[in-house]
Each structure stands twice: as C-alpha cells, then as structure tokens.
C-alpha cells in the first residue's frame, strides 16, 4: 500500500514548513503510525507528531447541463519533523536578482518592511547615464 500519494504544496503549507510542520496527502486506510514510518523511511527524517484531517469532498455545479456533482474528499496528514530537520521537497531556493539599465549599469535595489510587514521594494539610480525609467517603485505583497 502507497501511504503518502503526494505532498500538498499551497503558502499556507510552505509557512507551515518553516516551522518544521509539512503537510502530505495520504491514503484513506493509512493511520498515524504508517505515516510516520513512511516519511521517516522516505526522506530520513525523525518524526514527531503527526495529526491527520479528513477533507470531505465538495458539491459543486455545471455552468451549461446544471448537474450537481460531487468531487471525492481525501485525507491529509500534518508531519512535525524533529528540531533542525528538514524535508528538501519544500524548501524553497533562495535567487539574488540583479536588474540592470538598458545600457547594461546595474541597479541598486532597497527593500523595505512597511508597518503592515508587506514588503517594499524601491529601484534606485545609480548610474549617471541611467534613464527616468527606471526611477519608479515596485510594490510586492498584500
């Protein structure tokens, strides 16, 4: 029997696997203790906890034929990983961009945090023969 169909990857789950918590669709048979040996086996790893969900599946509706049907549920298990362990599936690379003018000078970037932690991120000229356009500001984040 196939314990663990695939990892669940969302920004919710990616948050919570920074603090050591990964999230796995498993088989509806599978308990917490298969689970656990399946992903200690897989990714070498000590497993702490484990907490499963049922996910009921939901009604939904055609547009044209206005048909209901339902679409199957299925069943996820919540992984707390030991201290300093980590599962390579989730993590995320981390790239350093670097952005230059049309006449190839690069370009200073400054990030900031404002009071809502949403990050800032303002392009600054450095180049004496940079253009206007690069003068402006990039908003990232909610």
Do not use: H
Not at 29 to 58: H, M, R
Not at 95 to 124: N, Y
């Amino acid at each position: 029997m196939i314990v663990i169909k695939r990892p669940i990857i969302t920004e919710k789950s990616m948050k919570l696997a920074q603090g050591g918590l990964y999230v796995f669709e498993v088989d509806k048979d599978a308990t917490k203790p298969l689970v656990a040996k399946a992903v200690a086996e897989k990714f070498n790893v000590k497993v702490l906890k484990v907490k499963i969900i049922n996910v009921k599946g939901k009604s939904k509706q055609q547009r044209k034929v206005r048909k209901i049907y339902k679409t199957g549920g299925f069943k996820k298990a919540l992984v707390q990983v030991g201290k300093g362990q980590t599962i390579a599936i989730f993590e995320t690379p981390k790239e350093e961009v670097t952005v230059t003018t049309a006449e190839g000078e690069p370009i200073k970037l400054k990030e900031k945090k404002d009071f809502l932690g949403r990050t800032k991120v303002k392009v600054e000229k450095t180049g004496v023969g940079a253009s206007p356009t690069t003068q402006r500001k990039v908003i990232t984040g909610k």
